[in-house]
């Protein structure tokens, strides 16, 4: 196993090559009808990068997208002008993508002679710790990169046999591109240094380091970028990343066996499997590292027989490295280990295993090697339904998160999300239960307070989700959101100067963050500031200058403020954002009425009622004009749709009343002038619309 040509494995011909394509399409084929699970919104791309204008942004401006891999994002910019938001064809590219990468793989370990080349590609396509990285859209990133990390290597090695610049050039150019989709991709010199060292016995200087210098200044550079934008832009900061040195190589032991024993043992497999309790005090937890260390020995002291097993162990090890704690991961927050992040390292294992069944079978009795392929058949088929299976995991957001929690329930994360999928069905009881779940296990969990106090709320108990806005704060003071949503809540039962004071902090805190600058227009309308309320709305225009609530919003802070003629512009402006914005129809009457233009102002309460026949304020303002024009049986008809919606409307049982008396019919103007003085009496005085 030192690089001598062997037969192929099964007698495969180079033609079957084109079956990998149709294997992994047939394994992966529950995937093509999955949707989009949990931050594939945040890769798909977003409505403010799909110009040309957000092209340059994914790669000129770090935080247009979430992780600075602006090479993927540009293919997703690509993929969403073919489909647009359809999960399908991005879910095919990965599977082809996936099945490439396998081609691959074949292709370099026939240049390398290394036998079982198919094998280890078909293990490759069908074994289930690939599935995550294929079935979830956002991976990409790992399909993607590890393609092209892939296609720098075969191009290399070309480069290594033929000493041609421009071999070198063009791998280098595929190992840029790769690192432009996912810092993983950092590990390939390391891993062509390992290969060099397997073929030759030893490592020459100028023919293998030095071509690699450049290869290796460039992947260290990527990956601390990368790693700086974990901590700055992602949040891969605090309590929950600061391990001490022991502790990170406590975490790398165990996670090292962890990937190795779910390539031999892919049972149990998760999305979010449970994050372990590290510490430098419990003595059994050293002998993950300690065995790690030992076994590496072994093989070291073995490499004279056969550098082959170090290899593989060296090349799994190293394509880890990024991923084993020793570099902030924001996922470390649920979890220290993902099957997604040994997706390129899962490589060696599947060589190194392919090759020595390879060089096992030739050796073996007839009947033996028999049962042997037989074995290798069965395990194959039974990867291959156990990939089926796992697909469908990632079928619907629902599906997603309930197959986290059947096999960890105390993944928080999934409780949480899967509460806002519940909430938004309307399932209010469900998602407070899941939501309650995600804060007992995490006590200091900001985002599953924030949500079960918006989902308390919803439920009208605003006491108590005040309560859990608090806690939130308390674990992160910073949050906008929050104190957003706080101010919400407390002005929702009255506490209008604490509702101030949280959307004048969300506003400090976040400077481009609309909702505070509309809530707090709004209190302050309702509170008849109406100088305060033009700031605020004013405020969030700058911030969203077609945003139709701001500019009508303005139109009655400007109306209230005795402006008419100048909210008559803005609630313009809120009509061209939104032409069905029936409230801004309304005003707009409203307005025009104040200025005397009541032939225009019906036209515009009539716009109203066509967007929305549910507005007693543009029913009650039509009765109005039309009362004024004398044309009293129309305006009876809307004064009585006005008190269908609002029973308790003084004002239009008093004008229902006027219009029957100038009809002559004095009887039963006078039952509906009682009625409306009985409704101010028990209402205090009307304030008309």
């Known amino acids: 196993m030192n690089g001598q040509p062997q037969r192929q494995l099964f007698g495969t011909p180079p033609w079957q090559v084109a079956g990998f394509a149709a294997a992994a399409l047939l394994v992966y084929l529950p995937a093509l009808g999955c949707g989009f699970v949990w931050n594939d919104p945040d890769y798909v791309t977003a409505p403010a990068l799909r110009s040309l204008h957000g092209l340059w942004l994914i790669w000129f401006k770090l935080g247009a997208t979430q992780q600075y891999y602006p090479l993927l994002h540009s293919a997703f910019w690509v993929e969403h002008r073919l489909w647009g938001d359809s999960p399908l064809g991005y879910h095919l590219v990965n599977v082809l993508l996936h099945a490439g990468s396998a081609t691959l793989l074949w292709l370099i370990l026939r240049r390398l002679a290394i036998p079982g080349a198919w094998l280890a590609a078909l293990l490759f396509i069908v074994h289930p710790v690939c599935v995550e990285s294929v079935a979830w859209v956002s991976e990409a990133k790992n399909t993607f990169s590890t393609f092209l990390y892939l296609a720098a290597a075969l191009t290399y090695l070309r480069f290594d046999e033929r000493r041609r610049p421009a071999d070198y050039l063009l791998a280098l150019a595929l190992f840029a591109m790769a690192l432009l989709c996912k810092t993983v991709a950092a590990t390939l010199p390391g891993a062509l240094l390992v290969v060099f060292w397997w073929r030759r016995g030893r490592l020459d200087w100028s023919r293998d380091v030095a071509p690699m210098l450049p290869w290796l200044a460039v992947g260290a550079a990527s990956g601390l970028f990368s790693a700086w934008i974990e901590r700055t832009y992602i949040g891969a900061i605090g309590n929950d990343f600061s391990l001490g040195g022991m502790a990170r190589v406590l975490v790398a032991g165990r996670a ?24 430098t005090a419990d003595a059994a937890q050293y002998a993950y590292p300690a065995a790690a260390a030992l076994f590496t020995l072994g093989l070291f002291l073995a490499r004279r027989r056969s550098r082959a097993p170090l290899a593989a162990w060296l090349f799994f090890v190293g394509s880890l490295f990024p991923t084993l704690g020793f570099l902030n ?79 960890n329930p105390d993944a928080f994360m999934a409780h949480n999300n899967l509460g806002i999928e519940l909430k938004l069905e309307g399932r209010l009881d469900e998602a407070i239960a899941h939501y309650r779940e995600a804060v007992r296990i995490r006590p200091d969990y900001a985002e ?236 205090g005085a009307p304030t008309a619309p």
Not at 256 to 279: A, D, E, M, Q, T
Not at 511 to 524: E, H, K, Q, V
Request: net charge neutral; aromatic share 10%.
């Open 329 to 407: 991961v924001f996922a470390f927050l649920f979890s220290y280990v993902a099957d997604h992040w040994q997706y390129l390292a899962s490589i060696g294992v599947f060589t190194f295993t392919a090759a020595a069944l390879a060089v096992a079978l030739p050796r073996a009795p007839a009947t033996a090697r028999r049962a042997l392929q037989a074995l290798v058949a069965v395990v194959l088929g039974l990867l291959a339904a156990m990939s089926w299976r796992e697909c469908g995991t990632f079928r619907d957001l629902k599906t997603f998160y309930g197959t986290i929690l059947e096999r």
């Open 256 to 279: 090292v066996w962890f990937y190795l024993g779910k390539l031999v043992w892919p049972v149990g497999i998760n999305f979010i499997y449970p994050r372990w309790h590290v510490s």
């Open 448 to 683: 599953g307070h924030s949500n079960l106090g918006l989902a308390l709320c919803a439920k009208g108990r605003d006491e108590e989700g005040i309560g859990h806005y608090r806690m939130a704060l308390r674990s992160e003071p910073g949050n906008a959101v929050v104190h957003n949503n706080l101010g919400v809540a407390l002005a929702h039962i009255g506490r209008m100067p604490e509702a101030i004071e949280q959307y004048q902090l969300a506003a400090r805190l976040d400077p481009g963050y609309l909702d505070p600058a509309l809530n707090l227009g709004f209190i302050c309308l309702r509170l008849g500031q109406f100088s305060e309320a033009i700031a605020s709305y004013e405020r969030a225009i700058r911030l969203r200058p077609d945003n139709a609530s701001a500019e009508n919003g303005l139109g009655l802070a400007l109306a209230g403020a005795g402006r008419p003629a100048d909210a008559v512009e803005h609630y313009q402006m809120a009509l061209k954002a939104n032409p069905a914005y029936a409230e801004a129809h309304c005003n707009l009457g409203a307005a025009l009425g104040a200025l005397g233009r009541y032939d225009l102002a019906e036209k515009e309460f009539e716009a109203a009622l066509k967007a929305d026949d549910r507005l007693p304020d543009a029913h009650f303002n039509l009765g109005l004009i039309m009362e004024a024009g004398r044309r009293f049986p129309e305006a009876i008809v809307q004064f009585e749709a006005t008190l269908r919606l609002r029973p308790d409307f003084a004002d239009a049982e008093m004008q229902w009343g006027s219009a029957l008396q100038s009809m002559g019919r004095p009887g039963e103007a006078q039952i509906h002038l009682d009625n409306g003085a009985r409704l101010q009496s028990n209402h």
